[in-house]
């Protein structure tokens, strides 16, 4: 198993083993995954949230990336998309995500749909394991990274992956741009 330099104080498990901690489309999709570029912990729900969990388990903010869910409506149809960032960054709604997905108007799913189209918790929303036909729409920077905390589809969980295996799923697109640093 591979030695996460970003799990601070967590011990990391292989996510065959703990697929309790994982959202049941979660689980199904992750099978997909070479099982090195890839790693589960299991933490407090309290604690999902990027800048709590990162105080909480001493793991970088830098190496954290948000899922964050969109929509976008053309011509009465409803357009949605995952897009994954760095959590030091904003994604470029109204530009980028609005460009790729065609629409007007793009913004944040409202959260009880979010959950249900998913089948996630939210603060858990993760990329591996959304609907098939959503792009996933992962910044440059969170591709080139060499490791990643993510969601796990639950808030008692956190994923540790590689960029590269992010930017191998089905459905993914690496856009550079995607997202602005904070200011």
């Known amino acids: 198993m591979r030695n996460w330099s970003i799990a601070g104080t967590l011990i990391v498990q292989p996510v065959s083993q703990r697929s309790d901690?994982?959202?049941?489309?979660?689980?199904?999709?992750i099978t997909s995954l070479d099982e090195s570029e890839?790693?589960?912990?299991?933490?407090?729900?309290?604690?999902?949230?990027?800048?709590?969990?990162?105080?909480a388990y001493s793991s970088p903010l830098s190496a954290s990336a948000n899922c964050v869910v969109v929509a976008?409506?053309?011509?009465?149809?409803?357009?949605?998309?995952?897009?994954l960032i760095l959590a030091t960054t904003?994604?470029?709604v109204n530009g980028v995500i609005k460009r790729r997905l065609d629409v007007r108007k793009a913004s944040f799913a409202p959260m009880d749909e979010a959950v249900e189209l998913t089948g996630m918790a939210y603060g858990?929303?993760?990329?591996?394991g959304l609907p098939g036909e959503w792009p996933i729409l992962i910044d440059k920077a969170v591709a080139d990274?060499?490791?990643?905390?993510?969601?796990?589809?639950?808030?008692?969980?956190?994923?540790?992956?590689?960029?590269?295996?992010?930017?191998?799923?089905?459905?993914?697109?690496?856009?550079?741009?995607l997202a602005k640093p904070v200011e």
């Open 21 to 29: 901690l994982l959202a049941e489309p979660v689980a199904k999709a």
């Open 38 to 55: 890839v790693g589960v912990v299991e933490i407090d729900p309290e604690l999902a949230d990027t800048a709590a969990f990162c105080e």
């Open 72 to 83: 976008g409506k053309r011509s009465g149809e409803v357009r949605f998309a995952a897009a």
């Open 90 to 92: 904003r994604a470029d």
């Open 124 to 128: 858990g929303i993760t990329p591996v």
């Open 145 to 177: 990274s060499p490791e990643l905390i993510i969601g796990s589809g639950i808030r008692g969980g956190k994923l540790l992956i590689t960029g590269a295996a992010l930017a191998s799923l089905p459905g993914a697109e690496v856009i550079e741009g």
